[in-house]
């Protein structure tokens, strides 16, 4: 079975976005970037697969700028097969990634997908659900666990009461949750390794897909500031504030 | 401009969350239905039609949507979207599973966890953990969104709206729903909850969250977790607050032994009041606390549910 994994280059979950002076958006110059999360949990659980017998081939895919050719060989560093590097300067929506990620879907024939539930940077934990509708496939979102049982993959799901199982007909999406594995990091061979790995090239253009965004930014701006509070002396402070300054008890 | 609200419930009562984006709904346009899609729904039906503000109830009633999972949430509302302009739900896990679909067969893009809306087609939405707040203008010709509820007031009751049965979902469909592993309690919900009380990993395992079960007895608070504390195992996965776990934003929320990730700030920092007990006098959380205690958990919380004993509660 081939399993294809999308990756996004992400600002790395340690930096605090800066919101710039102009209020068009973050500060994304000079800053840490990396593999979004959830992204390596999804390698992680792919690369798994294949040492497990049950994946044929892993690709991982990346849309975005020259610089994610990066994110892609920490995929192919922590074990992926190959790359696909679609190139773009522009921050594709996840309409726009899904209607990408589909193209490559028909053309590499893959019979699993897994993304991550959400791209920290941008929050919107749209595109699985997205590439799911277009291929007309079932999904598991939020997986905590997933097996492969013949032509059927059981995934076990984080939702908001505690955990359901449902059972996918393959081909089939599945995006990641927290909980789903321990990404492992990449040893210093398989880097060296990495960098004679393939990646193919492309561009938004040669799928034919209409990438124009649907949402403009009117503007960013940072969110209300929390003003400094006070520290309590003791646990009998802390009741009295809140029972009688904060009245919040 | 025609809204189609979707409800949140559980085959047998209407949540809360349903309320409150009736209320995002309600600053897009004048014109708000409510779908309930569920399996014998017909007591949640006639609560819908109470909500203030809604015109129309939409009821669909069939075994595939018990548990309203995605390929059937997605055929029961792509073909109602001839007749609306937008298509609002709660961010709950339910909503989030089967909007993208929605939005992808209708060539849209969803706007996710709005948490303000401008009018009928300008919403404000966190980024990057809630560190950023885009305000963005949709230019596609329907809407669909979603809506974190804690950022929106409950819509009242005392409406009389009519209720209406739509046709089955078309099947078939390659998902199917296997079982469910429901974190039980009986106390308030999390997302809904005036007073939440949250432990970390500085709780050291999962029998030390005994320590703030007694304090959330008494003040009716629901109980909530970092992401380490739930990798630990000390609590389900359920109960992570976070950028992405569950948001919330009750009048009072106490973090022990916490150290204040942005993650965990994105969940929590829209709370009206914020205590923190922590060990660590420089321990981030305490820069966005209101009451701060430093203090041994260990010690401090005996103490704290001591106080609020004497105190009455
Ligand atoms: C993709 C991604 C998503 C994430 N999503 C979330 C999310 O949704 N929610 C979330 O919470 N995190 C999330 N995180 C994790 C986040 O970055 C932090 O790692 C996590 O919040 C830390 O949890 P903590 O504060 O309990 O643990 P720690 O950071 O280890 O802090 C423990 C605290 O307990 C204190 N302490 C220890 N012992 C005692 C004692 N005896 N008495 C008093 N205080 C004590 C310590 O001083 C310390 O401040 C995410 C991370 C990533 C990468
Ligand atoms: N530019 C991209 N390139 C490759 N995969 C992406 C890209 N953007 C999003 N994804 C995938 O979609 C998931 C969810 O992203 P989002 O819908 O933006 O929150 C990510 O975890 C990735 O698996």
Redesign the interface.
Same mark, same amino acid.
């Given at each position: 079975m081939k399993v294809l994994v999308p990756v996004k280059r992400v600002l790395d979950y340690n930096v605090k976005a800066r919101v710039k002076s102009d209020n068009s958006g973050v500060d994304l110059a000079n800053v840490k970037m990396s593999m979004n999360p959830f992204d390596e949990i999804s390698v992680e659980q792919a690369v798994k697969m294949q040492e497990a017998g049950t994946a044929s081939e892993t690709v991982v895919v990346s849309i975005g700028p020259s610089k994610a050719q990066e994110t892609i060989r920490t995929g192919l560093a922590m074990g992926m097969d190959r790359g696909i590097h679609v190139e773009t300067d522009e921050d594709l929506e996840p309409l726009a990634i899904a209607k990408i990620l589909k193209a490559i879907c028909d053309e590499e024939k893959p019979e699993l997908v897994i993304l991550g539930k959400q791209a920290i940077d941008n929050d919107y934990g749209a595109t699985g659900g997205m590439l799911a509708a277009l291929l007309d496939w079932p999904i598991g979102s939020a997986a905590n666990s997933m097996k492969l049982a013949g032509s059927d993959m059981t995934v076990v799901k984080e939702v908001d009461g505690g955990l359901q199982t449902v059972k996918l007909t393959m081909p089939a999406i599945v995006t990641t949750d927290l909980r789903l594995n321990e990404p492992r990091y990449a040893s210093l061979p398989n880097i060296m390794k990495a960098k004679k790995k393939p990646i193919d090239a492309k561009t938004p253009a040669d799928y034919g897909v209409d990438t124009k965004p649907r949402l403009k930014t009117v503007k960013v701006t940072e969110p209300e500031a929390r003003k400094a509070g006070i520290k309590v002396e003791d646990a009998a402070q802390l009741v009295d504030k809140l029972k009688n300054e904060a009245g919040v008890i | 401009m025609a809204i189609l609200v979707i409800a949140e419930h559980d085959n047998k009562s209407l949540k809360d969350a349903t309320h409150k984006t009736v209320t995002a709904a309600a600053k897009m346009g004048k014109d708000v239905d409510l779908l309930v899609a569920g399996k014998g729904v017909k007591d949640v039906a006639a609560e819908a039609a109470k909500v203030a503000g809604v015109r129309k109830v939409l009821t669909c009633d069939h075994a595939t949507l018990e548990?309203q999972?995605?390929?059937s949430m997605?055929a029961v509302i792509v073909p109602l979207m001839d007749g609306y302009d937008a298509v609002v739900a709660p961010d709950?896990?339910?909503h989030? /599973?089967? &909007?993208?679909? %929605?939005?992808?067969?209708l060539?849209?893009?969803?706007?996710?966890?709005v948490t303000g809306v401008e009018g009928a087609d300008?919403f404000v939405?966190?980024?990057?953990?809630? /560190?950023? &707040?885009?305000? %963005?203008?949709?230019?596609?010709a329907k809407k669909v969104v979603t809506v974190r509820t804690t950022a929106f007031a409950a819509a009242g009751d005392g409406g009389s709206a009519s209720v209406e049965a739509i046709g089955d979902p078309a099947g078939p469909?390659?998902?199917?729903?296997?079982?469910?592993?429901?974190?039980k309690s009986d106390r308030p919900e999390l997302?809904a909850a005036?007073?939440v009380i949250s432990g970390g990993r500085g709780m050291g395992s999962g029998e030390n969250f005994k320590l703030i079960e007694g304090i959330a007895d008494k003040?009716g608070a629901a109980m909530g977790a970092s992401?380490a504390a739930?990798?630990a195992g000390y609590v389900?996965?359920?109960w992570q607050v976070g950028?992405?776990g569950?948001a919330v934003a009750p009048?009072?929320y106490i973090a022990v032994g916490i150290s204040g990730a942005?993650?965990h700030l994105a969940g929590m920092?829209d709370s009206?009041?914020?205590?923190a007990i922590n060990k660590d006098?420089d321990a981030p959380i305490?820069?966005?606390?209101?009451?701060?205690?430093?203090?041994d958990l260990f010690k401090?919380l005996p103490?704290?549910e001591?106080?609020?004993e004497?105190?009455g509660?």
């Open positions: - | 548990r999972l995605a390929e997605q709950t896990t339910t989030k /599973n089967y &909007m993208p679909r %929605v939005a992808a067969k060539d849209v893009q969803q706007i996710s966890s300008t939405r966190p980024i990057y953990a809630g /560190n950023a &707040m885009a305000t %963005v203008k949709s230019s596609d469909f390659k998902s199917e729903y296997v079982s469910e592993e429901l974190t997302t005036k007073v003040l992401r739930v990798d389900p996965n359920d950028q992405t569950k009048a009072l942005i993650q920092k009206k009041v914020i205590a006098e305490f820069q966005v606390a209101d009451y701060g205690l430093v203090a401090a103490e704290f001591a106080e609020l004497k105190a509660y």
